[in-house]
């Protein structure tokens, strides 16, 4: 294409605005996003916070963990701040370059107006150039050949006809294309540079950074689990289907991540040689002579002991083997949850014939039992109560006594408050503090269980094999409001129950409503078919209707006749000679069917219309609920007061459906994330092909405390299963494809029912 050329920006001018615009699209969200935000102590969190001995030592260890996290808010900030001065600089810059790059006016230039004469515009051009020519002392090159142009412009007749038709004296350029970059980028003398800077960048940089990641990606399960560790989970419970905590704990301490060879974040030390031992030998039941592989190898015998020593409470060497405990420990409960996925998988492939073993119900809930004990940093049988700070294994006597009896927290909460500080009367006022401030946080939920078969005419009545969607509601709140005096919280309970009756009864009577609206129909249309009236048995005079049947009624042309129509079949019945009355009674009785022919369609349209609307209204919440779904929970409830757990721990729960008397698990574990106040959650299974009455029993855990475990159990009674129809009306065929067709029906054919073969035999 001639006539074109690239232009390349010497100036910089566009160049900065393409700078411009770039750091503006990144400084703008990374300050909003990355600026550090002191965040100010609640100070309702702050009386929250317990001081035992254990909070304070788990504050000290979250902080080592995170050593640099005060240079790296500081580091942030001057970044930050070094792209806004940056910003700001290069906005200067523009603005200076754009009052630089204005458009072209000689009579500006010259300082005349355009009316001016030619005299008038040397005048001016001569007194300029004295001032910014070059050999003067105050001259401006750049300025005197701007200068000079205008008055070329404006002395010129074909310049001056150029800029006044073009806007430039020298006519009409050809067409140029411009390039946002400084010519030194392509220059000759530079290009090796810039195409190593290419290389390195879209060639080595970008491929390793993406090929790092897609290696650990691959390795990794969702949860950061490593693939081989799944593996592992597999391959004991696949072989193993029962199995106990203990055996659990040496599955869970054969994780790989624990190995040196699969996780670089492992440390060997040599002092392991003489610290693991020691160890062993102050634990029993350790079973660290198995020979199964990885069971026997020294990683997994070395994470088993310290498992054993953290749920013991045996203290550590504080450098090595503690910083151990708290990495593995904090492992742990992803691991457990990896090793519940892993069970419930089995159980669905055993259901559909894949595998022979079936892990029972045992097992899956020995693994979560133990999410709560390595949280909590002891064994099962302990007392609950030592969950709360300052209470130790000496002051369980107190709570056990004949004339008390407190084995649980919730027995503790309720008592008053003055029987509660007698209680723990060794304790001083600060620990006393602090145990009610744990007991008050600690959770209250609210089982219930409802049972139904969705989109059936009767979702009550279960039949074989429907799907049975169990609807468990969790209400949770903290056990402080079980505090005080006894009066008040009976009287409490009392209220709460009133209020359950009073929106039951609301309920009820809002559902009676929607009935009765449904059902309801004009006063005209109620009369039945065979509804009996009170006639004189003489011709057609009616006796007088009471105050009742008026208000019962309102009498109409329908009515009319079907009382018409009632006597004359009354006389029909009485004597048949008469044959013209007869005539009438037939006449009228076709009357009367019609208008009942009318009522039964216009009860059909109501009642359809009614349905739709009902069913609308439960699409509509399904959707609800399943939008609900989709827009994903947080893993953000309740913080868990656990002082032997190296990391801040979310309250979760998981929620189950088993069946005790066969050992199975009906439902795959849900395991609830976000419950701050209330959750619903719908569980669904197929009912049991046989008609009996089954209890399944509906079961909700923790994953956090010991103590706190619910089950409810729901009576099925499985009705049979309804016959399919076999005569379907809209394949009906003419006699002579259907005598055609049975000719040629094969006996054996897997479509002929046992009726066609009997039949044609």
């Known amino acids: 294409m001639s006539g074109q050329k690239f232009q390349y920006d010497e100036s910089g001018g566009t160049f900065f605005y393409f700078l411009l615009s770039f750091l503006a699209l990144l400084l703008v969200p990374a300050t ?34 995170d050593p640099w996290k005060e240079t790296r808010s500081f580091s942030k900030k001057v970044l930050i701040i070094i792209g806004w001065i940056a910003l700001l600089f290069l906005a200067y810059k523009v603005s200076q370059f754009d009052y630089e790059m204005a458009n072209f006016d000689p009579f500006e230039i010259l300082g005349v107006s355009q009316g001016s004469s030619q005299a008038e515009i040397k005048k001016a051009y001569r007194k300029l150039s004295l001032i910014l020519h070059p050999d003067k002392e105050t001259g401006n090159e750049k300025a005197f050949m701007k ?322 969607t169990v609807t468990v509601s969790l209400s949770r709140k903290d056990m402080n409001h079980l505090f005080g005096d006894e009066t008040v919280k009976e009287q409490t309970i009392i209220d709460d129950a009133k209020v359950e009756v009073v929106k039951e009864k609301e309920k009820e009577k809002e559902t009676s409503d929607e009935q009765n609206q449904t059902v309801k129909r004009p006063a005209w249309l109620k009369q039945q078919k065979g509804q009996k009236k009170s006639h004189n048995k003489r011709g057609g005079n009616k006796k007088v209707p009471t105050a009742k049947a008026i208000a019962a009624q309102i009498p109409t042309e329908n009515h009319t006749s079907q009382q018409n129509s009632t006597v004359n079949e009354k006389k029909k019945n009485e004597s048949k000679v008469l044959k013209e009355k007869s005539s009438d009674v037939s006449d009228s009785e076709a009357d009367s069917e019609r208008s009942d022919d009318e009522e039964s369609t216009q009860e059909k349209k109501e009642t359809t219309i009614d349905d739709d609307d009902i069913e609308w209204e439960r699409f509509q919440q399904r959707s609800k609920k399943r939008d609900k779904v989709l827009e994903g929970r947080s893993n953000l409830s309740h913080q868990v007061h656990s002082p032997f757990f190296p990391d801040v721990k979310q309250e979760y729960w998981w929620v189950y459906i088993c069946d005790r008397k066969s050992r199975t698990l009906l439902t795959a574990p849900v395991h609830v994330t976000s419950l701050v106040d209330t959750e619903e959650i719908q569980l669904r299974f197929t009912a049991p092909r046989w008609p009996n009455l089954y209890t399944f029993t509906v079961c909700l855990r923790s994953d956090s405390y010991l103590g706190f475990d619910q089950a409810q159990d729901i009576k099925l009674d499985v009705k049979e299963a309804p016959e399919v129809p076999v005569e379907h009306p809209q394949w009906d065929m003419s006699d002579e494809e259907t005598a055609e067709d049975v000719d040629n029906v094969d006996e054996h054919s897997e479509f002929t029912t046992d009726e066609d073969i009997s039949d044609n035999e």
């Open 32 to 65: 909003y996003y990355l600026w550090p935000r002191c965040s100010k102590p609640d100070p309702n969190q702050l009386a929250k916070e317990c001081n035992c001995d254990g909070c304070k030592k788990k504050k000290k260890i979250l902080q080592l963990n």
């Open 147 to 468: 200068l000079t142009k205008a008055y070329q412009a404006l002395t010129d007749d074909e310049a001056r006809k150029n800029w006044e038709k073009y806007g430039n004296p020298d006519g009409p350029g050809a067409m140029s294309f411009g390039i946002a970059l400084p010519s030194w980028i392509v220059e000759k003398e530079n290009s090796v540079w810039v195409l190593g800077l290419y290389a390195l960048v879209f060639m080595v940089a970008l491929p390793t950074v993406v090929g790092m990641w897609w290696y650990k990606s691959i390795r990794y399960t969702g949860d950061q689990v490593l693939l081989s560790t799944t593996e592992l989970y597999y391959s004991f419970f696949f072989h193993t289907p029962t199995m106990s905590i203990k055996r659990i704990i040496m599955v869970l301490g054969a994780s790989f991540e624990f190995s040196k060879r699969f996780n670089a974040e492992i440390v060997e030390r040599l002092s392991d040689n003489e610290e693991v031992p020691a160890l062993i030998k102050q634990l029993s039941d350790l079973r660290e002579k198995n020979k199964e592989a990885p069971l026997c190898h020294l990683y997994s015998i070395k994470a088993r002991a310290i498992l054993h020593a953290h749920l013991s409470g045996i203290p550590l060497n504080p450098e090595t083997l503690e910083k151990d405990r708290q990495y593995i420990i904090k492992k742990c409960p992803y691991l457990i949850q990896e090793m519940i996925a892993a069970v419930n998988l089995l159980i669905s492939l055993a259901y559909i014939r894949r595998i022979a073993h079936l892990p029972t119900i045992e097992t899956i809930e020995n693994c979560m039992k133990l999410c709560p004990m390595v949280v909590q940093g002891f064994w099962e049988h302990k007392n609950p109560l030592l969950q709360l700070p300052h209470i130790k294994e000496e002051h369980l006597k107190h709570f056990l006594a004949k004339k008390r009896q407190i084995k649980s927290l919730q027995q503790l909460a309720q008592l008053k408050g003055e029987d509660r500080r007698q209680l723990l009367r060794n304790l001083t006022e600060s620990e006393y503090n602090d145990v009610m401030k744990v007991l008050g946080s600690l959770p209250f939920v609210d089982f219930k269980v409802r049972s139904e078969v969705i989109d059936d005419e009767n979702p009550t009545v279960y039949t074989a094999g429907a799907i049975v």
